[in-house]
């Protein structure tokens, strides 16, 4: 059953967008991120032009992180106060990334940046996931209580000025760290779609320090809250937010999300972590071929312009 | 039931109420508002045998064409309850044929027959008078059919909204393929389709007075933004054509043109899924020994309808608007899917 989709201007199967929105919906229940990073390219696989696929991807994440938000901040797993650091930081880098994106747009490079952007970032994170669940596999087959680290170490970046308290992560850092991160953060949601999730949480636990059990919560606060502002911008600037679009990935994503945390809670952390980089590679090395390979017609339209 | 409750909810001053009684209603409207200053083109018009044909024609094609979509309405706002909004556009469309009976027929008919008042050499009438993109929209044919004196040929030639249209080309860049040549032409038309009723070459090698042109001919005067070598221009309106064709704007084959009865033809308009939309431009030539005889041409407009072309406006005019509606859906759908999902 075909849908004619009013702002991406074409008309698909609507099952293969109920489809996409459950499969990102499975991986937000099973691995706690958003599963933007698998959507956007499908939509663009499927055909939704680049920056439409981007911007509609952006409001669907902000339904996949309310709903998660939900049960988070009900069993008070969210520091607000981080969050909203965090959230300082993204509001700048997602209105900085709009603004990119925009311009990126108008000189014809954004498919290309969107392309090379995904590959750099999901080959970088796959790998890193990858060889951190390998070895965690190794070594707790070798010793099964493991070894108990340090909370966290202390880096060259726990030197900077500005440093706040946040009680409910126990962390007493410089605020610039979490500004930082929520700014690059931004950026990526605003030209990949993205919540960010996948990366964010990573950086959270490694890079901050801070508690896992707070982690995912106070990410979907501040993810909420940016792909709300994507959202709005790309709206506002380049009108590429298909709601039809949205409200049909939402959908699937509704009904993904319990079936991929029924699946989560029947196997063990680092197997799952294990499965989520391979996924995460193999949409890498899909991506890095689509742009190493000889393309069919190397003939494109840009933007139609009615002149007055 | 719900269809019509839908429709009363989002569009009440509509009389699309029911097929017929619509249909009869706004003929006579428009009837009644018809700005046509000769009476002896209406005269014309409620005698002529084509436009009786057409009629008929209409109502065969789309009667079933109403009930299958009126199935797929139906099933669509059971799956998505949701976009029940979306669907009500399902209605109108296939209702929207009505006016067409006559709508626009009463423009076009003057000046196909600015010498001849009583009879007119060229007849043209198209089965929709606008192609309406609604939410069910897969690309549309039209049928254009009419009437001609004989003897002659018949060349019908439709063009969508010229515009500014820019050509991109991937290069090879450091192994990787992106777009570094980008050529810009204006005057391009959205979509060209020709058909005729006998081979276009041998049609046009006598000229046919300069004014019906091949797409080649049609593209040879689009005027490229920038210049560049002539090559290089070449290659770029190359890729130009090889976008259009791809995507079905540019349909690669030319049309037939199929003439019954030595007088009777008829012509299929296919139109893509992927159309720009505007006020297409259909004309319709009669050919005597390489020489037009009559033109007909007549404006049909392409547009979205109903819930669609609501959201394509508030889009384009409203962005801060339709962002935070679209902000306002995600959370309630999100908020009220995932409470839903977790009682399940």
């Known amino acids: ?308 | 039931m719900r269809a019509s409750f839908l429709e009363f909810l989002f569009k009440p001053p509509s009389p699309a109420c029911g097929g017929g009684v619509g249909v009869l209603r706004r003929r006579r409207g428009r009837d009644a508002r018809s700005p046509l200053p000769s009476p002896s083109v209406a005269d014309y018009r409620a005698t002529s045998p084509a436009s009786g044909g057409g009629t008929n024609n209409k109502t065969i094609n789309n009667k079933p064409r109403l009930g299958v979509v009126g199935i797929v309405a139906a099933f669509l706002l059971c799956l998505v309850a949701t976009a029940a909004a979306a669907q009500r556009v399902e209605r109108p469309g296939p209702a929207l044929p009505g006016p067409s009976l006559g709508g626009p027929a009463d423009s076009s008919v003057p000046p196909s027959v600015p010498s001849a008042p009583t009879v007119p050499e060229l007849i043209v009438d198209l089965s929709q008078a606008r192609v309406s993109i609604t939410s069910a929209f897969q690309g549309e044919s039209l049928l254009l059919f009419g009437m001609f004196d004989p003897p002659g040929e018949i060349v019908v030639v439709v063009q969508g909204p010229p515009a500014r249209e820019t050509v991109l080309r991937k290069e090879r860049f450091l192994g990787l393929w992106l777009n570094t040549g980008r050529q810009s032409f204006d005057d391009v038309p959205a979509y060209y389709f020709i058909a005729a009723s006998a081979p276009l070459q041998r049609l046009l090698a006598r000229g046919a007075g300069g004014e019906i042109l091949s797409l080649d001919d049609r593209l040879a005067s689009i005027r490229p933004v920038r210049w560049r070598s002539a090559e290089e221009l070449a290659k770029f309106r190359g890729g130009l054509v090889e976008v259009k064709r791809r995507e079905d704007l540019y349909p690669a084959a030319f049309g037939q043109v199929t003439v019954q009865a030595g007088r009777l033809f008829r012509a299929e308009l296919p139109f893509p899924s992927r159309l720009p939309e505007g006020v297409y431009d259909v004309r319709a030539y009669l050919l005597r020994e390489g020489r037009i005889v009559a033109a007909v041409s007549r404006p049909l407009p392409v547009g979205k309808v109903g819930f669609n072309a609501q959201l394509a406006g508030w889009s384009r005019q409203e962005g801060t608007l339709y962002g935070i509606g679209a902000i306002v859906m995600a959370l309630t759908v999100g908020w009220l899917g995932g409470a839903v999902m977790r009682r399940l």
């Open chain 1, 1 to 308: 059953m075909e849908i004619y989709l009013p702002i991406a201007e074409q008309s698909i199967n609507v099952f293969v967008l109920f489809a996409l929105g459950a499969a990102a919906g499975l991986l937000a229940g099973m691995f706690g991120v958003g599963g933007g990073f698998l959507a956007t390219p499908m939509l663009i696989f499927v055909g939704i032009p680049p920056t439409v696929a981007v911007a509609s991807q952006a409001n669907q994440v902000i339904a996949n992180s309310i709903s998660s938000l939900q049960v988070q901040w009900r069993r008070g797993n969210v520091d607000l106060r981080m969050g909203l650091v965090l959230l300082l930081g993204g509001m700048l880098g997602s209105s900085a990334g709009v603004t990119l994106f925009t311009w990126l747009k108008r000189i014809g490079q954004i498919d290309f940046v969107i392309a090379v952007m995904y590959v750099l970032m999901l080959s970088s994170i796959g790998l890193l996931m990858l060889f951190e669940s390998l070895r965690t596999y190794f070594r707790r087959r070798r010793n099964p209580t493991g070894p108990r680290g340090k909370l966290h170490t202390h880096y060259l970046v726990h030197r900077l000025p500005w440093k706040m308290r946040f009680y409910k992560s126990k962390l007493y850092i410089s605020a610039f760290l979490p500004i930082g991160l929520g700014f690059a953060i931004g950026i990526l949601s605003a030209i990949l779609g993205v919540g960010g999730g996948f990366v964010l949480v990573p950086a959270m636990i490694y890079l901050l320090g801070m508690p896992t059990t707070v982690v995912i919560g106070t990410s979907n606060f501040q993810i909420l809250f940016v792909a709300a502002n994507v959202t709005f911008l790309q709206a506002a600037t380049n009108g590429t937010v298909d709601v039809v679009l949205a409200l049909l990935l939402i959908l699937g994503g509704v009904v993904g999300a319990p079936i991929g945390s029924r699946i989560a809670a029947k196997l063990p952390g680092v197997v799952l972590r294990g499965l989520m980089a391979v996924l995460v590679l193999g949409v890498a090395v899909e991506l890095l071929f689509e742009l190493l390979r000889t393309p069919a017609s190397p003939y494109s339209l840009g933007a139609r312009e009615v002149l007055p």
